[in-house]
């Protein structure tokens, strides 16, 4: 069965330290893989993808994100984080068949100032 | 602007009483779909549409109903709501349903739904 998990479900960092948010997932096809952040009272908005070539993933506001298939892996790295990155963070894997997005259970970050 | 756009965004309504939640996206995307996202769970599909007249279930169909008539929109219909369907609701669009590097998925804001 399709799945993905993110490891931890609420991470509180202090301000200047270092991101890791653990995903992994499960899935017979080939895996389009994304990373989503949700701001209080916001939308998703997508931080990066991955589809093909290269496994290490640059996104949007320092975040990238490292492909391992031997681990199913995909994680989510920021190498300082800052109190505006406090959010709920969603790792999905997209099917090319359905469109269909297969969404991990999301992880809380807070980042104390 | 690129933008999926929901009605209404917040509604309090009680068991059985039947509401639409509004869909409608400006980028001429052929799918369309819908999720709901509940503490714990992430997001789960609900359905699915490739393109007009043409929709499928998701993960979460129960209860739950669409229309595709026009490819701009893509209305949740929710016959006859229970409290289990308290939830926030997003819309969601794409260019065509394939995983193309191009292929953006644009979410809408989300429209919180409580039943009671």
């Known amino acids: 069965a399709q799945s993905v998990s993110q490891h931890n479900h609420h991470v509180i960092l202090s301000e200047a330290a270092s991101l890791e948010l653990g995903c992994n997932y499960s899935y017979g096809g080939t895996v389009n893989l994304f990373w989503y952040v949700q701001y209080p009272g916001q939308h998703l908005q997508l931080l990066l993808k991955?589809?093909?070539?290269?496994?290490l993933v640059k996104g949007i506001k320092g975040f990238e994100a490292e492909f391992i298939k031997s681990k199913f892996s995909f994680n989510l790295r920021k190498p300082s984080v800052q109190w505006s990155d406090t959010a709920e963070y969603f790792c999905?894997?997209?099917?090319?068949?359905?469109?269909?997005?297969?969404f991990g259970q999301g992880t809380t970050l807070q980042v104390k100032p | 602007e690129a933008q999926v756009t929901q009605n209404p965004r917040y509604l309090i309504t009680v068991t059985g009483k039947k509401l639409t939640v509004t869909c409608s996206q400006n980028?001429?995307?052929?799918?369309m779909s819908w999720y709901r996202q509940d503490p714990g769970l992430g997001l789960r599909q609900i359905y699915y549409s490739m393109n007009v007249e043409v929709t499928d279930k998701g993960d979460v169909p129960e209860g739950y109903k669409v229309s595709r008539k026009e490819k701009r929109n893509f209305p949740l219909i929710l016959e006859s709501p229970s409290p289990n369907q308290t939830s926030l609701y997003f819309c969601a669009s794409s260019k065509t349903v394939t995983g193309a590097v191009e292929n953006t998925i644009y979410f809408g804001e989300g429209s919180w739904l409580t039943v009671v």
């Open positions: 980028m001429n995307h052929e799918y």
């Open positions: 999905a894997v997209g099917s090319s068949n359905t469109g269909k997005l297969i």
């Open positions: 991955y589809f093909s070539g290269d496994p």
